[in-house]
């Protein structure tokens, strides 16, 4: 399937996660939990859409050593993806704004060493995507690009 990818990241908030990686799956229900108007749309490296945004971005499609969150049209990666989501999703996740304190080069080198070493940390999934219920598929931004 061919996609927009220009038009999905104006019309979306993305955040692409490592759906084999059991610490992202992890990430992936936490937002399903807590950003509770949907306002970011999950999808899966692995998949289609997935792969078409790394491309647009000239991210690696078989590498995944960060997530990639799109806000407002804006790239976001590593440490500063992590914070701009928790920024969204307003208090008390909003406090980690204080994470911006700490110089960049420092918060991506300690984010590159948990990503880096995820699969051997905390394992991987048996299943390569985590599925959408009927409660949660607004969260997904396959669902929300089909749905248009």
């Known amino acids: 399937m061919q996609y927009d990818v220009e038009k999905i990241i104006q019309q979306h908030d993305i955040i692409l996660f490592d759906a084999i990686c059991v610490l992202c799956n992890g990430w992936a229900k936490f937002l399903i939990r807590y950003d509770r108007q949907s306002k970011f ?3 899966s490296v692995q998949s289609p859409l997935g792969q078409a945004i790394l491309k647009y971005y000239g991210m690696s499609t078989e590498d995944y050593s960060t997530m990639l969150v799109v806000c407002d049209g804006q790239r976001y990666v590593e440490s500063s993806a992590f914070l701009k989501v928790m920024q969204q999703l307003g208090l008390p996740f909003y406090l980690t704004n ?6 960049r080069f420092i918060r991506d080198f300690l984010y590159r060493r948990v990503a880096l070493n995820r699969y051997h940390l ?17 969260h997904f931004l396959e669902h929300a690009v089909h749905d248009a």
């Not at 204080?98 to 110089?103: E, K, M, R």
């Not at 991987?124 to 949660?136: A, D, V």
């Open 41 to 43: 749309k999950l999808a």
């Open 98 to 103: 204080i994470g911006y304190l700490i110089p």
């Open 122 to 138: 905390f394992g991987t999934t048996s299943s390569s995507c985590l599925l959408p219920s009927q409660e949660n598929r607004s």
